[in-house]
């Protein structure tokens, strides 16, 4: 039977939110992403990606069953700040059919040449901000918190139809128990010293959480600017984004670095709420899911340590250094098992370093690819 390819607009997001569901129903390792925050994210008047960006959501059919999805985007913040041309593939999930592959990349490649761009990068969902990439190693076990999965058949996929690799993005385990503990009385050995110059550190404070968000875009804006595929937050962007993990954060696993009161660095991890929410059907919290996630979002055998950023003049003074340590002294305390350091790009030599030191694992590698539209 032929392949169709419709724009997933109107009831049709619906189904296109629903569709890995189906696909990952056999999967022990799948966990649902949460239909209202997934509705959310597509919704143009309460996503301030769309302020900066288009984008355009396409199902596969195979008469009337759904057989893939995929998302086309322009990111024109992303095109300002790298001086680039690109387009970019999101929300990518497919039949084990690489001619179904093949129609929706067909599409998203079309879609972008269409718009003049010149590239195609992906998958972002819906941009390096957001999750990314496609699991190339590491399917023993379900993703962590706001980190992608997908069936192995996917790399495949996408580099037989002429995409290559553009980033791989790494993912570590650090065993609570495994930890370096001449790293961690390293690093509290340099806390004592660098408060004796000022920089100190602080759990972050939820009764002013709008300062604290502006004091976090601040140091990412600067922290990340020279990294692979880098585009920074607006405000709208971080404080939507803010405001929808504030229910999750625990301010015992946040932490601010200080220089005499001005914020320099921070260290973001989170409880692995995936945990929790794998068994909830098509990604429902209501009417009774969300006093379970509620109940649990803080007793997770895992968390997983989503950012580090210092301000480049306060770099290589080892605050990220104390970031680590601190996580690994508040897992004991919880008793959690392990946290995972994710994503680290595969050219960022020194934190890829400080995971080896800390006897880090690499357990988990994604990867980004990119396909020049002729």
Not at 77 to 106: H, M, S, T
Not at 262 to 290: A, Q, S, Y
Request: hydrophobic fraction near 40%; proline fraction near 3%; glycine fraction near 6%.
């Amino acid at each position: 039977m032929s392949i169709s390819i419709v724009s997933a607009t109107g009831k049709l997001i619906k189904d296109y939110i629903n569709f890995p569901h189906e696909l990952y129903a056999d999967d022990e390792n799948y966990v649902p992403e949460l239909y209202m925050a997934q509705k959310d994210m597509f919704n143009r008047k309460k996503n301030p990606f769309f302020e900066h960006a288009e984008v355009e959501s396409f199902l596969a059919m195979r008469g009337d069953k759904i057989v893939g999805r995929i998302s086309a985007i322009l990111n024109k913040n992303y095109n300002d700040y790298q001086k680039a041309n690109a387009g970019f593939f999101g929300f990518f999930d497919v039949i084990d059919d690489y001619e179904v592959a093949k129609a929706l990349l067909d599409k998203a490649v079309e879609w972008c040449r269409n718009k003049g761009l010149d590239q195609i990068i992906g998958p972002t969902n819906f941009s390096t901000n957001d999750t990314a990439g496609i699991l190339i190693d590491g399917f023993h076990e379900p993703a962590k918190i706001m980190m992608t999965y997908n069936k192995p058949y996917y790399q495949d996929f996408v580099e037989r139809y002429g995409f290559e690799k553009e980033m791989d993005l790494y993912a570590y385990i650090l065993y609570t128990k495994k930890a370096s503990e001449k790293s961690i009385r390293l690093a509290q050995t340099l806390e004592e010293r660098l408060q004796r110059q000022g920089i100190t550190f602080r759990n972050i404070n939820l009764k002013k959480f709008k300062e604290e968000v502006a004091a976090i875009r601040d140091i990412y804006n600067d922290a990340w600017a020279d990294n692979w595929g880098f585009v920074p937050w607006t405000d709208a962007e971080l404080e939507h984004l803010a405001n929808e993990l504030k229910m999750l954060a625990n301010p015992e696993w946040i932490y601010m670095a200080e220089d005499n009161g001005k914020p320099i660095g921070f260290g973001l991890t989170l409880h692995d709420v995936n945990e929790v929410t794998k068994g909830f059907k098509k990604g429902r919290l209501f009417p009774f899911n969300i006093f379970k996630l509620l109940r649990k979002k803080n007793k997770t055998r895992f968390v997983r340590i989503l950012a580090l950023g210092v301000k480049n003049e306060y770099r290589r003074k080892g605050i990220e250094a104390i970031f680590f340590a601190k996580n690994i002294l508040q897992a004991r305390k919880e008793n959690v098992i392990a946290g995972e350091v994710s994503w680290v790009l595969e050219n960022n030599v020194e934190m890829n370093a400080s995971a080896v030191k800390l006897n880090s694992e690499l357990y988990k590698t994604y990867r980004i690819y990119r396909y020049n539209i002729k």
